[in-house]
């Protein structure tokens, strides 16, 4: 059974750091791509980065290019999102998926397999 738990969210002020983690049990890890999405309340779900499970090629959103980097330890099956520079915009709940290879990868309809979301707010 597939299982994603996400961890490490929490309140930071803008302009600061934090890092986020989920943790994979259940499929083959090595193998499969994983992304990170986010959802804030009235918006669709935003894809932010990816991380592929080929070669470890990394892709971002616009939106978080040069703030968040992406990787991924496959003995300890977990992808990590380190968060730089955090703004009042970044306030979301951050959900990882993965997927084989998945054909648009910060699409969310290219994933079945979700976590349950972690709360990141960011506020003064």
């Known amino acids: 059974q597939v299982q994603l738990v996400e961890s490490g969210g929490g309140s930071v002020q803008p302009g600061g750091s934090l890092r986020i983690s989920c943790e994979a049990s259940g499929f083959t890890f090595s193998s499969s791509a994983v992304s990170w999405f986010r959802q804030a309340p009235g918006k669709e779900r935003e894809g932010l980065s990816y991380i592929s499970g080929v070669d470890g090629t990394t892709h971002y959103a616009d939106s978080v290019k040069g703030r968040f980097t992406i990787s991924r330890d496959d003995v300890k099956k977990t992808v990590s999102l380190h968060m730089n520079v955090l703004e009042p915009e970044d306030t979301a709940v951050y959900y990882c998926?993965?997927?084989?290879?998945?054909?648009?990868?910060?699409?969310?309809?290219?994933?079945?397999?979700w976590g349950q979301g972690t709360q990141v707010t960011v506020s003064s």
């Open positions: 998926a993965a997927d084989p290879l998945p054909l648009k990868p910060l699409d969310p309809n290219e994933y079945d397999s």
